[in-house]
Nanobody
Framework: QLHLVESGGGSVQAGGSLILSCSAQ????????FHWVRQAPGEERDWVAS???????RYSDLVNGRFTISRDNTKNMVYLQMMSLKPEDTAVYYC?????????WGQGTQVTVSS
């Protein structure tokens, strides 16, 4: 059974930083590709970043250069370091794990950026 728990969200002012964490309770963590997506009120979920099991990383153009995704295969943890935050980054952020099929998602953590 796969279980993902996000943490680290909060309220910051524009220009601030946050680090989101995703704790993944699963076996064979290293087999999975992990994603971060976000959903603002009244909006659809938007993809933010992914880190493949082989270490390859991709970012949305909206966050490229400001956000950094990483993983620690020894701790079953995935991180999203967010810098230079903007009010439009306000959303619930979800961590997802994928191994060939559809991703499984956590419950999300709220990030609020005030101007």
């Amino acid at each position: 059974q796969l279980h993902l728990v996000e943490s680290g969200g909060g309220s910051v002012q524009a220009g601030g930083s946050l680090i989101l964490s995703c704790s993944a309770q699963m076996s064979r963590f290293e087999r999975y590709t992990f994603h971060w997506v976000r959903q603002a009120p009244g909006e659809e979920r938007d993809w933010v970043a992914s880190i493949h099991r082989n270490g390859m990383i991709r970012y949305s153009d909206l966050v490229n250069g400001r956000f950094t995704i990483s993983r620690d295969n020894t701790k079953n943890m995935v991180y999203l370091q967010m810098m230079s935050l903007k009010p439009e980054d306000t959303a619930v952020y979800y961590c997802g794990a994928q191994d060939g099929g559809a991703p499984d998602w956590g419950q999300g953590t709220q990030v609020t950026v005030s101007s």
